[in-house]
């Protein structure tokens, strides 16, 4: 008899929503507002990072580092007014994989590095399937380190091999990894190094299917077995 997954853990930011650059064209004209330009390499070297690891390297590249709790504060009510004025950016493929996740009878929580005023303002927008949300509010440390995911297991009551962690980032995947879960992920930008828990798939969601997911995950706990 073939076992299905307990449930499935998305990441927030560029896996369900395409929100990354939303953040990116924030930061950008935050910088701008102070005569500092990022290049498209040091942009791609924040995704999936903590904003008060971007802010705090904000505040550096204006020279001017005690304006890092301020700028944290601006970017985070830009982004939750943007996201708030405009709706959540869904990625192609993320709503419809979700609904045939959900009717499979397998559980969806989003785990995500964000917090504050954008999770906030985000949580209100989000599907009913998506019965909690693991901000970096809820722990100590956030991605990479594993507690958010962990926490969410816990939360669920299920181990690490009931689950499937969908991810984009380089700190969101080793978050997922460091866990024990297996990982798919669908990274626009980032690099990410092989792992025998991971699956890293081109072009982000659209197309994927639960049948997919499912059968990966199955031919990585029979191998781990």
């Given at each position: 008899?073939?076992?299905d997954p307990a449930a499935v853990l998305w990441d927030f930011d560029g896996t369900l929503v395409d929100s990354e650059p939303v953040w990116a064209q924030?930061?950008?004209?935050?910088?701008?507002?102070?005569?500092?330009?990022w290049?498209?390499?040091?942009?791609?070297?924040?995704?999936?990072?903590?904003a008060e690891v971007t802010t705090a390297q904000m505040a550096e590249a204006i020279g001017r580092p005690?304006?890092?709790a301020e700028l944290h504060h601006e970017l985070h009510e830009r982004v939750a007014d943007r996201l708030t004025r405009d709706g959540l950016p869904w990625l192609p493929g993320a709503l419809e994989?979700?609904?045939?996740?959900?009717?499979?009878?397998?559980?969806?929580?989003v785990v995500t590095a964000s917090a504050g005023l954008v999770m906030d303002a985000a949580a209100r927008l989000l599907p009913e399937a998506l019965e909690f949300v693991i901000t970096a509010d809820d722990v100590s440390r956030t991605k990479p380190d594993p507690e958010c995911y962990e926490l969410a297991m816990a939360r669920l009551g299920v181990t690490a091999d009931e689950v499937i962690i969908l991810e984009d980032s380089v700190p969101g995947t080793a978050a997922g990894l460091a866990s024990g879960a297996f990982?798919?992920?669908v990274p626009a930008l980032a690099i990410l190094e092989p792992h025998p828990r991971l699956?890293?798939?081109q072009g982000g969601l659209a197309g994927t299917t639960l049948a997919e997911l499912t059968g990966l995950w199955r031919q990585y706990r029979k191998v781990a077995a």
């Open positions: 008899m073939l076992v924030i930061e950008a004209e935050m910088l701008a507002g102070y005569g500092v330009v290049g498209p390499e040091e942009m791609r070297s924040k995704i999936g990072q903590h005690e304006l890092q994989l979700l609904d045939e996740v959900t009717a499979a009878g397998i559980r969806s929580v990982v798919y992920a699956h890293v798939a």
